[in-house]
């Protein structure tokens, strides 16, 4: 396919506007589109590096800046921008975003997947309870949605989780899982054996997972085609 073009996008939310990453494949053609979701490190070149790698696949691929231009390269700021962050206006400016895809005209169709990593995961999935143009969320080691929550899902979930996640435990991980099917919610929970927390950051060697990683970057394109435009 051909290359990618790749620009700082502004759209309205909240009264106001949130600026994004977007990455778009460089043709007159219709693709799918997704959000991305950045970690609580915020909008930083990991986040914009994937946003590439799924317009090189053929997703237009936008990442709103929930931090509005604020981003930490430790942990202790880190916590302290996600801390801060207002979970409600975050989730509305998600649903600004996936707005914002749909109105384009060469995104097709007019539901957008939606993915995030550890923070962002679970925000995936609060926008993904809470938004109606949003049509598959992936979430990797992403909060799970309380009961009440994952009864509002309407799209098909898939959740990435490390088997050594000590702020996501296993069984926080299987009540999720036994939730989704009680409530009949499409899903595919896969725990990675000998991971941690952000095993897909490549940009963090003492946690990165190549083989992980490779095998959940598989899978993510493989639920966004099926289940955004019904490639098998």
């Known amino acids: 396919m051909s290359g990618c073009r790749t620009r700082i996008v502004e759209f309205a939310s909240n009264g106001g506007t949130t600026p994004g990453y977007l990455a778009e494949p460089d043709d007159a053609l219709d693709h799918p ?3 991305v979701i950045q970690e609580w490190w915020g909008l930083v070149p990991h986040i914009e590096d994937i946003c590439r790698r799924l317009c090189e696949e053929g997703f237009v691929a936008l990442a709103p800046d929930l931090y509005h231009g604020q981003s930490a390269d430790e942990p202790d700021d880190a916590r302290k921008l996600a801390m801060a962050l207002e979970r409600d206006r975050a989730v509305a400016e998600i649903r600004a975003a996936t707005e ?4 384009k005209a060469h995104v097709s169709p007019k539901r957008v997947g939606v993915v995030g990593w550890c923070m962002g995961g ?3 999935l609060s926008s993904a309870a809470d938004g ?3 049509g598959a969320a992936v979430a990797f080691y992403g909060r799970p949605l309380s009961e009440e929550d994952t009864a509002k899902l309407n799209v098909p979930v898939m959740g990435l989780y490390a088997e050594h996640d000590h702020g996501i ?5 299987k009540q999720f899982e036994a939730s989704l099917q009680e409530q009949g919610i ?3 929970i896969h725990v990675y054996p000998g991971t941690t927390h952000a095993f897909f950051n490549d940009t963090r060697p003492e946690i990165y997972d ?3 990683a490779a095998d959940a970057w598989e899978r993510t394109l493989a639920w966004f085609r099926l289940h955004l ?3 098998g």
């Open 33 to 35: 589109g997704v959000v």
């Open 186 to 188: 499409p899903h595919l």
């Open 122 to 124: 679970g925000l995936a």
């Open 169 to 173: 435990t296993a069984s926080d991980v």
């Open 100 to 103: 914002y895809l749909v109105g």
């Open 210 to 212: 190549s083989a992980a």
């Open 132 to 134: 109606t143009q949003i």
């Open 229 to 231: 435009t019904g490639e």
